[in-house]
């Protein structure tokens, strides 16, 4: 299950996607995501779908990727479905069955919901694989540079988030191996054989 997490993973290419500044990528993603939380109905998700598609093909990366990356975010995906599906309240219910009830208004939350966390990690993901960590952190740290007039630690705070990109793909796989070790130990205590 560990190995289909891809956060933090850079894929190398040669397409017009890694080819771009690491600052208009970083730009591009936050507008993305502001256009998301805009977005109302299914006319603006549907653009930024069509975005996204757009960009995936660009970049070659291909969707499977993508969606492996929602795996482990699959609990809040569907939590947060499930939670906008059944508490928000309407001005028709579409089903009553005892206590539980779901509303128009529910089922239109929870479409939208999912859908707008769906397009927010496979959108930010894009750009991890497509950007090395080390450019993503110079585009980062070059996009913020005003702030240190402000005395922020712009260099540091880049620096942690280099560190924290190139160490998430160890960490999985270290990990993995420590689970493959116990499950190996629990077969081995099972079948009698210590």
């Known amino acids: 299950m560990l190995k289909d997490i891809t956060l ?11 080819k771009l500044d690491p600052r208009t990528k970083i730009l591009l993603v936050l507008l993305y995501i502001i256009a998301l939380f805009c977005a109302k109905g299914a006319a603006g998700y549907g653009v930024l779908a069509l975005t996204l598609a757009v960009c995936v093909r660009v970049s070659q990366v291909g969707l499977r990727a993508l969606v492996r990356g929602l795996k482990p975010v699959l609990f809040i995906i569907i939590f ?7 508490f928000t309240p309407g001005t028709r219910n579409l089903v009553e069955w005892g206590p539980v009830q779901i509303s128009d208004t529910g089922l239109h ?6 859908l ?21 952190t110079d585009g980062l740290e070059r996009l913020l540079n005003g702030l240190k007039r402000l005395h922020v630690p712009v260099h540091e705070l880049a620096m942690m988030m ?19 070790a ?11 054989n210590l």
């Open 80 to 86: 947060t479905g499930l939670l906008n599906l059944f």
């Open 182 to 192: 116990q499950k190996a130990r629990g077969a081995d205590f099972e079948s009698g």
């Open 116 to 136: 707008r966390i769906m397009l927010l990690i496979m959108g930010t993901f894009l750009m991890t694989y497509t950007t090395s960590p080390i450019s993503l």
């Open 109 to 114: 939350n929870a479409v939208f919901m999912v």
């Open 162 to 180: 280099s560190i924290a990109l190139r160490f998430i793909p160890t960490l999985i796989e270290e990990t993995d191996k420590i689970m493959s």
């Open 8 to 18: 933090g993973q850079y894929f190398p290419g040669d397409t017009p996607a890694h």
